[in-house]
Structures are given as structure tokens and as C-alpha cells.
């Protein structure tokens, strides 16, 4: 059964970079047809696909974040990465981590709740 | 990019009533449209995709419908356990992905 586990700093500074990992277990991130993605949730609110990435790298950002916004996969860890800079209090949210492929089962993380603040 | 619109926010029904949920793109998306189910505290979980096909083990109380522009989930005999939040997500420019504002539904 594929697992997507977040991880990373709860709390982030006004300005600086939001972090997160998302590791994959009982399956390989390297599997072809699936990409891996970064959807947020602020408090309250609706859901907002962040990117995507493939295992070989390619990657595909919301328009609306593209400009702060980097995902990186690291597949001999099983792991890809979520970069988001410059934060505000607007990019509070729980931030999950998905393998969502639309006419396949989807599999998510549990959520992670990343508070900025100074 | 591709907009959608969820309508309504949020409803108040009762056990058993028949829900129906709507959702529509800025253009047309073909038949490129999932369903999700949110819960409190709980990610998402997809239950209806190209529009009217369920996922593996959701029942069959739950449909879709549509095409183009405009899309319906319809919950026909709404339970307990269908209270929650709802969001249409197009992928017809998959991997780029656009979620819907979301619908709560709500008991009465």
C-alpha cells in the first residue's frame, strides 16, 4: 500500500523559504505515468494544487505561484520536495503532499500545517 | 487557465435527501472532470472521475454527470456519513490541475 508521509518546519518567518519533504514508502516515486504533487489548504478555505513533478524531473506550477515556487524530486531517497519563497501570513495552510493520477487511485499525505509568523 | 465554479458554498439538508452539487469550467473541459470528498481533519479522497465513473469502492449512491462546461454530483440518499465537503477538479490540462471552490454540506 503506497504511504506519502510530509514533513518539515511548522513554522516559517515572514520573507523566508517554506520547506517540506514529502516521502514515499511502499512504492517507487520512479514509477512511470504518475506524477507526484503539492496541493495547500489554508485554515477554513479550499483546496489549491500548488505543482507537480514527474520522476525524471519535469515539473508543472500553478500560474498563481509559479514565481515562488520550486519542486524537486530526489529518487534514490524516494522523496520529493516543496520550495516556496518569500512567504506571507497568506501561505499559511496545511500543505499535502499526493500522488494524483485522475483515473487511478489517489494516494495523499496526512497533511502538514505550516503557520508563518514571526 | 481553467477556472472552476462550485455552486452552492454550502448546503443544509436531511438524512436521506437527494443532493445535487454543481460545478463549471471557465471552458470546455471535455469529460476531464473529477469529484473529491473532504472530511474535518482528513485528506481529501476522490470519489467520482471522468465525470461520471467511480472510483473503486465508492457506492453507487453517489453519481456524475456532465460534460463540456457544466457538471452535476448528484448523492442520491444522503447518510451521515456523506456530510462533508465536496470539490470538482478539472484535469484536462493534467499535470496542471484546477480544484473547485468547494461545496459544504451540512445537516439540517
Redesign the interface.
Known sequence: QLQLQESGPGLVKPSETLSLTCTVSGGSISSSSY?W?W?RQPPGK????IG?I?YSGST?Y??SLKSRVTISVDTSKNQFSLKLSSVTAADTAVY?C?R?T??D??Y????TLVTVSS | DIQMTQSPSSLSASVGDRVTITCRASQGISNYLAWFQQKPGKAPKSLIYAASSLQSGVPSKFSGSGSGTDFTLTISSLQPEDFATYYCQQYNSYPQLTFGGGTKVEIK
Open positions: 506524477y504533487g496541493i479550499g483546496l489549491e494544487w507537480s514527474y508543472y500553478n500560474p499535502y499526493a494524483l485522475p483515473e487511485k489517489d495523499w499525505g496526512q497533511g
